[in-house]
């Protein structure tokens, strides 16, 4: 057990519509990552945030948007769902943005995304 | 932008031998961490193993080591004693070290490991 929570395990939705994934990381972490993983494009980085602030973006959809909130939880919002965008999500946690640290990312579960 | 290259989709070892996952990636920077997950059919995602590439001793963790050429930008994973437990899916994970950079792995397409009794 990694210490990173993610909820819900498992969301079957229909095109068009809208989910939140949601994220809490270890105790003590203040960096939350999303990834996806999909069959056809790998693991991608879609978004970090730093202690409630956006740190940095990666391959992430203008449909998508994610926010950490005060208690350091992460919520990745999806919207307009399309059948491509059936995949795992995974919320990933660290310590510190600081470069340099000796920061390893610890991941969660994972919330499998199956948009029918 | 730093890549990572893993060129064995599939791998098979014999249970209790040892078995080699290849690595390489691009980048043009001095400093950075590698990293190997372990991806099981649980799907969830653990570290295996880390190396700092300022470190010029090769990172071990019990019966997993790596070899870490940095001139040829390569990062092997070797798996001693291979066991049952061990079959998964192996991705190699490269992350930046520069201050201006975010904090993100970047992954290779992962290799397959498979355990044979």
């Known amino acids: 057990d990694s210490g990173v929570t993610q909820t819900p395990k498992h969301l079957i939705t229909a095109t068009g519509q809208r989910v939140t994934l949601r994220c809490s990381p270890r105790s003590g972490d203040l960096s939350v990552y999303w990834y996806q993983q999909s069959l056809d494009q790998g693991l991608q980085f879609l978004i970090q945030?730093?202690?409630?602030?956006?740190?940095a973006k990666g391959n992430i959809l203008e449909r998508f948007s994610a926010q950490q909130f005060p208690d350091l939880h992460s919520e990745l919002n999806l919207s307009s769902l399309e059948l491509g965008d059936s995949a795992l999500y995974f919320c990933a946690s660290s310590v510190s943005r600081l470069a340099g640290g000796q920061e390893t990312q610890y991941f969660g579960p994972g919330t499998r995304l199956l948009v029918l | 932008a730093q890549t990572v290259t893993q060129s064995q989709p599939e791998m098979s070892v014999q249970e209790a031998e040892t078995v080699t996952l290849s690595c390489t990636y691009d980048t043009s920077e001095s400093d950075y961490y590698l990293f190997w997950y372990k991806q099981p059919p649980s799907r969830q995602m653990i570290l295996v193993i880390r190396?700092?590439?300022?470190?010029?001793q090769n990172a071990t963790e019990n019966r997993f080591s790596v070899n870490f050429q940095k001139a040829a930008k390569s990062f092997s994973l070797k798996i001693s004693d291979s066991q049952l437990g061990d079959a998964a899916m192996y991705f190699c994970?490269?992350?930046?070290?520069?201050?201006?950079?975010?904090?993100?792995?970047?992954f290779g397409t992962g290799t397959r490991l498979q355990v044979t009794l």
């Open positions: 190396q700092e590439a300022y470190k010029q």
């Open positions: 945030y730093y202690n409630g602030e956006e740190r």
């Open positions: 994970a490269y992350r930046s070290l520069n201050t201006g950079t975010a904090s993100k792995l970047t």
